[in-house]
T-cell receptor, first 111, second 111 residues
Framework: GQQVMQIPQYQHVQEGEDFTTYCNSS?????IQWYKQRPGGHPVFLIQ?????EVKKQKRLTFQFGEAKKNSSLHITATQTTDVGTYFC???????????FGQGTELSVKP | NAGVTQTPKFQVLKTGQSMTLQCAQD?????MSWYRQDPGMGLRLIHY???????DQGEVPNGYNVSRSTTEDFPLRLLSAAPSQTSVYFC??????????FGSGTRLTVV
């Protein structure tokens, strides 16, 4: 079945350094979503990418969807302590409503 | 709007007991899902629904039942609790082609 793989599992950075997490699917995705979960909290929706090659920015966060719509990345420029948490990608399996998550990348930021 | 409301927030069960985790949303969303989150395993889909009266299995459905008699409510039933079901459970809902809104979670311990 469709799998969504995410790497790395953990990333420790110094405040001010950049951070990137990668997401790969075994099948073509109709869209990909990104979520952030703060420690002890619940996942919060960040963004959805739909088009092949799409790039979207939210302040210091840049999201990309691959040309083949099988991979995606999230890049954070100049990390801050407020960026701490786990970042998940998620893709729909078959019809809508069935959303499969990657394993997540846990980001820690040292001040 | 309250968003997605989950109850209870914490629960301890004995092996073999049954219980229902409640989930309600007030956003008139068609899609609702239940996920469990275990350390290092990301978010795994248990069951999902694309509308009232329609449910389907996710990645890890064994030991759980769901029903969707109304648009607002999507309860998750544990039939006979096992220690392997110790986890954090999240309910989530979304409209068509939108990101999911998650509840605050239920921390379940089975002893």
């Amino acid at each position: 079945g469709q799998q969504v793989m995410q790497i790395p599992q953990y990333q420790h950075v110094q405040e001010g350094e950049d951070f990137t997490t990668y997401c790969n699917s075994s099948t073509t995705l109709s869209n990909i979503q990104w979520y952030k979960q703060r420690p002890g909290g619940h996942p919060v929706f960040l963004i959805q990418l739909v088009k092949s090659g799409e790039v979207k920015k939210q302040k210091r966060l840049t999201f990309q969807f691959g040309e083949a719509k099988k991979n995606s990345s999230l890049h954070i420029t100049a990390t801050q302590t407020t960026d701490v948490g786990t970042y998940f990608c998620a893709g729909p399996r078959n019809q809508g409503g069935k959303l499969i998550f990657g394993q997540g990348t846990e980001l820690s930021v040292k001040p | 709007n309250a968003g997605v409301t989950q109850t209870p927030k914490f629960q301890v069960l004995k092996t073999g007991q049954s219980m229902t985790l409640q989930c309600a949303q007030d956003m008139n969303h068609e899609y609702m899902s239940w996920y469990r989150q275990d350390p290092g395993m990301g978010l795994r889909l248990i069951h999902y629904s694309v509308g009232a009266g329609i449910t389907d299995q996710g990645e890890v459905p064994n030991g759980y039942n769901v029903s969707r008699s109304t648009t607002e409510d999507f309860p998750l039933r544990l039939l006979s609790a096992a220690p392997s079901q110790t986890s954090v459970y999240f309910c989530a809902s979304s409209g068509f082609s939108y990101g999911y809104t998650f509840g605050s979670g239920t921390r379940l311990t089975v002893v």
